[in-house]
């Protein structure tokens, strides 16, 4: 397999790279390669790879140090004490070598014979291209990375739904506009989920009095005998 030699060939010619140079040589390459076969069925490839990348790397770090323990080799290269699994991760806060199987598989998905660019249907391009001149490419973005479909109710959106970015964790509350923050929801989705939260955070009504008046209360205030049986105690 050519990605496996072309990668062999990187891991032989840096002996003497350090860790975390030779990871920024090594994930754009594994990055790039498997977003490309990312379309087809290539989950089993990936995990082979990844297993005699293994076997690679590790033979790259016993030649570094040949009168160390593989103990010792294991805990300066991967992060296996930590309890961080087997990641070709150098110590501290550097990147991990990124993994062929961290790719997700997307199948390649035929436009549906009656679809055209040009037909108006914002929400099915948007959905699948993650683009349309009709919407703003934040909603398309999140078009497509919702598959079409509402986060709280999971229906398909349609081009006669109003749609509406939410907050998971408001911005009051330190809530980021990261993608995980911001679901894309039906307008009356989002409506039932803004009451619902203000009922979780114990919203109250301040046009009224905190207490009733005497005569909507079903006890008066207790009169004093001994001041004239008409004194207020």
């Known amino acids: 397999m050519r990605q496996c030699t072309k990668l062999h060939d990187l891991i032989t010619h840096a002996k003497q790279m350090p860790q975390h140079t030779l990871i920024g040589v090594l994930s754009p390459r594994i990055r790039g390669w498997s977003n490309y076969y990312s379309r087809v069925v290539s989950a089993k490839v990936f995990r082979i790879l990844d297993h005699t990348l293994y076997a690679q790397w590790r033979s790259w770090a016993l030649s570094r140090h040949p009168n160390k323990s593989k103990h010792w080799i294991m805990g300066k290269y991967w992060r296996v004490d930590e309890g961080k699994g087997w990641r070709f991760h150098p110590p501290g806060e550097g990147r991990a070598l990124t993994l062929h199987s961290h790719t997700s598989i997307h199948r390649h998905v035929k436009v549906q014979a009656i679809r055209s660019p040009y037909d108006g249907d ?112």
């Open 122 to 233: 914002w929400v099915y391009w948007g959905t699948r291209l993650g683009r349309h001149p009709t919407i703003s490419l934040r909603v398309a973005r999140h078009l497509r990375k919702q598959q079409g479909r509402c986060r709280a109710c999971g229906l398909y959106f349609t081009e006669q739904d109003t749609l509406e970015i939410d907050h998971i964790i408001s911005k009051a509350q330190g809530g980021k506009e990261s993608n995980d923050n911001v679901p894309l929801l039906h307008r009356h989705g989002h409506v039932r989920k803004t009451a619902q939260d203000r009922k979780g955070q114990g919203t109250y009504d301040t046009r009224h009095s905190a207490e009733e008046p005497d005569d909507a209360q079903a006890s008066r205030p207790v009169l004093n005998p001994s001041r004239g049986g008409d004194t207020p105690a």
